[in-house]
Every structure is written in structure tokens, then in C-alpha cells.
């Protein structure tokens, strides 16, 4: 499955984006789908993750009640409504897709889109 982000950009602080990550080739519905981020001099964090079925959903601690994960399995398309944003969400962020769970397997990448939130 190949996958690309998109819907970074620059914000300030308290505000909202929306990422969006587009998925072709094998069928996008079979896998569990993540959104990770990556800091400067940080590791790559998992963020936000949904199963195939949406029944079951994933947030880190930093991001609970500020971000919501969806995807809309028709149009091959995971979302990530990320609202109240700090400078601690500044990243790179990148989906990626999993046959195994939502917290792990995760071995297709999409390329990143930088979030940067200014104070």
C-alpha cells in the first residue's frame, strides 16, 4: 500500500489542523492505520491509530481529547483532527498502515508533512 500525506502547515499555538493521508494499492480496508510523529532530536512516537473495523482507536496521553483519528474506508483515507495545538506538537507527522494491530506491525510509510506551531 503506498501512502501520502498531506495538510501540515504552520499554526499557532491553540489552534487546529487537519491532516489527511490518501492510501492506494492493496486494499486499504485490511489495515490498521497510524499517525506517528518525530521531533527534532526526539524518537518517532505513535500518536493516534484506528483499526480496520474503527472499532477500535489509539491516542498517546500528550494528544487525548485534542486530536481525533477517523477514516472514511470508501474513500481510502485516514484523518487526523489535531485542535488545541502547543509547541510541544510540533513534528513531522507520518501515517503508516498495519496487517497486524493498531500499536504495531507498522511497515508501509507515507512521506511526512511537517506541523509547526508557533508560540
Known amino acids: 500500500v503506498q501512502l501520502q500525506a498531506s495538510g501540515g502547515g504552520l499554526v499557532q499555538a491553540g489552534g487546529s489542523l487537519r491532516l489527511s493521508c490518501a492510501a492506494s494499492?492493496?486494499?486499504?480496508?485490511?489495515?490498521?492505520m497510524g499517525w506517528f510523529r518525530q521531533a527534532p532530536g526526539k524518537e518517532r512516537e505513535l500518536v493516534a491509530a484506528?483499526?480496520?473495523?474503527?472499532?477500535?482507536?489509539y491516542y498517546a496521553d500528550s494528544v487525548k481529547g485534542r486530536f481525533t483519528i477517523s477514516r472514511d474506508n470508501a474513500k481510502n483515507t485516514v484523518y487526523l483532527q489535531m485542535n488545541g495545538l502547543n509547541s510541544e506538537d510540533t513534528a513531522v507527522y507520518y501515517c503508516a498502515a498495519s496487517r497486524t494491530s493498531t500499536l504495531r506491525g507498522y511497515n508501509y510509510w507515507g512521506q511526512g508533512t511537517q506541523v509547526t506551531v508557533s508560540s
Open positions: 484506528i483499526s480496520w473495523s474503527v472499532d477500535t482507536t
Open positions: 494499492g492493496r486494499t486499504f480496508s485490511y489495515y490498521a
